[in-house]
């Protein structure tokens, strides 16, 4: 069983629409990280936290320690939020250890 | 701030050869990691630095050097290149351990 685990794995939105992607983790962290792939290859940072929720534009991650659980939501979701969506746990120490991310399609 | 380069973009190399990636950064950050992408998998840890002159070992390191010399300077070496290497390395820096990550553009490296 993989530490981090997202779900699903392939999402497939209608624009407009309200998204969630879900992380899972099975260790204990210091932090938890969510990051954006676009799609050519580049690699941005959305959210770090490591307690209670924090909202960014339409973006918004919330996080429950003792659960071991992240969202990541979407609001008014539009094509240009396609993208792979990557969870990310700081372990005790300076590892991080990622998902396996989550294909987001956005449809206009 | 060009934030974080790394070059080449592209590599292919024979098996058995080496070859150094570069990693730099002028943000002044202290921590410095190197990832590989594979299909299918989340990006692994190969090596990380806390500071210049610190490294240490992440998920995968086998078949991998780092050297940190100047905080800006993350330096990833493959000793003798195997088609098991074929993957995009990406390198991140972060002011510290509890800040966000920043990444490089990435480098597609493919071993024949």
Not at chain 1, 31 to 59: C, D, E, N, T, Y
Not at chain 2, 33 to 48: E, F, K, N, T, V
Request: hydrophobic share 35%.
């Amino acid at each position: 069983k993989n530490e981090v685990e997202q779900s699903p794995q392939n999402l497939t939105a209608q624009e407009g629409e309200f998204i969630t992607i879900n992380c899972s983790y099975s260790v204990g962290i210091s932090a938890l990280h969510w990051l954006q792939q676009h799609p050519g290859g580049g690699i941005v940072s959305l959210f770090m936290l490591s307690s209670g929720k924090k909202k960014h534009g339409r973006l918004i991650a919330t996080i429950n320690i003792q659960e071991k659980h992240s969202s990541l939501h979407i609001t008014a979701s539009h094509p240009r939020d396609s993208a792979v969506y990557i969870c990310a746990v700081m372990e005790y120490g300076n590892k991080l250890v990622f998902g396996a991310g989550t294909i987001l399609r956005v449809k206009s | 701030n060009a934030g974080v380069t790394q070059t080449p973009k592209f590599q292919v190399l024979k098996t058995g050869q080496s070859m150094t990636l570069q990693c730099a950064q002028d943000m002044n950050h202290e921590y410095m990691s190197w990832y590989r992408q594979d299909p299918g998998m989340g990006l692994r840890l190969i090596h990380y630095s806390v500071g210049a002159g610190i490294t240490d070992q992440g998920e995968v390191p086998n078949g991998y050097n780092v050297s940190r010399s100047t905080t800006e300077d993350f330096p990833l070496r493959l000793l003798s290149a195997a088609p098991s290497q074929t993957s995009v390395y990406f390198c991140a820096s972060s002011p510290g351990r509890y800040n966000e990550q920043f990444f490089g553009p990435g480098t597609r490296l493919t071993v024949l």
